[in-house]
Each structure stands twice: as C-alpha cells, then as structure tokens.
C-alpha cells in the first residue's frame, strides 16, 4: 500500500474522530433498546475500509472498538453493555471488522454500481455482528445465563442468529449511508 497524503490523512483522522463523537455524545452512535445497544458508529469504519483499504478500516475499527470498551466502562446504558470491557468482546472484532470493510476497496474499486457497494456494506456487517455475538457468547456465557438471554441448551447459532434482524437494519442503514459517502469522498481523495 503507497503512503497515505497530508489530505487522506487528515480525512482518515476525521472518520476516527467521527467515531469518538459518535460513541461519546449519548445515544449518537449507541442506541439503546431493551437489553441490546444499535450502533451507527459502525458506518465511518465502513468508508474508512472502502477509501482507504484494510489498514484505514483497522485503525478506524480499532477507534472504534477502544471506544466501546471504554463506554462499557464509564457510561453503559443497556444491559449487556458492560460485557464490553472484554477487548476479545470489544476490540477484536471491531479491528476484523475494519479489515474486511477495507477488503472492499479493491474490489469494489473500478464497480460504480451503488448496489454492489451497499451490499458489500450489508454484508460487513453482518459479518461484525456474527463476530462480535459470538464473542460475547464464548467469553460471557455464564453472565448472558444470569440476564435470561441465553439458556443451558441455546447453541451459539440460535444467540447469534436471533442479532441477526438488528444487524440488518445496521447494515441497510450503514450500507446506504456508507456507499453514498464514499461516492462523494471517493473523488476527493485522489
């Protein structure tokens, strides 16, 4: 990968700076309801993947995912918020994440078609989601046992796969947000 310019690095900074004010300013970027956090923070790491590849996505995924952690410290709102604090919960996934929203960026690099940007978007996050609920299933089993959301017989696919609808609310939003910014940013950048 060439070196990023003074302006790619500036607007870089700025989609992880968009990811601090989002997960700092309440219920900006984490939405709660019920038991569960909706996030729209995951949208700056999505262009941050398709402008500027695998390694822009992971440093604004990795932004992202140290401000999660560090809300389910300082301020959780929703129940399951504090199960966060784990960085195998928090950060890990939100750094893949920005991987495979970076992988995009070849690919989708000579496709002008909308669709095919929004979906690689949907499909993103679908991914992160899958990640992230797994990951609090294998860490934090006995403490969703305790909340009454996971039960002693519930497999790791039916607790994941019940994130599934939430997931692709955030990823049909993310996606549209993320593939109309890109389209206007993407000619700024080069």
């Excluded at 970076?102 to 095919?116: A, E, Q, R, T, Y």
């Excluded at 997931?167 to 993310?174: K, M, R």
Aim: hydrophobic share 55%; aromatic share 8%.
């Amino acid at each position: 990968m060439k070196s990023l310019t003074v302006k790619e690095m500036t607007q870089l900074g700025l989609l992880m700076a968009m990811v601090l004010v989002m997960a700092w300013v309440p219920y900006l970027g984490y939405i709660s309801i019920g038991p569960i956090s909706v996030t729209l923070i995951h949208i700056p790491v999505l262009i941050a993947g398709l402008l500027f590849g695998v390694k822009g996505g992971a440093l604004t995924g990795l932004t992202f995912g140290i401000s999660s952690m560090m809300i389910a410290m300082i301020r959780p709102a929703a129940v399951t918020d504090v199960l966060f604090v784990h960085p195998l919960v928090s950060v890990l996934p939100r750094i893949l994440f920005g991987v495979i929203a970076g992988l995009g960026k070849p690919l989708l690099k000579g496709n002008p078609k909308k669709s095919i940007q929004i979906l690689w978007c949907i499909g993103a996050t679908l991914i992160h989601t899958v990640m992230v609920m797994s990951a609090l299933y294998l860490v934090h089993f006995s403490k969703l046992s305790e909340l009454g959301l996971v039960t002693s017989g519930m497999g790791i696919t039916a607790f994941v796969f019940g994130f599934i609808g939430v997931a692709l609310i955030e990823g049909i939003v993310g996606g549209v947000i993320a593939s109309m910014a890109y389209g206007l940013l993407k000619k700024q950048v080069r």
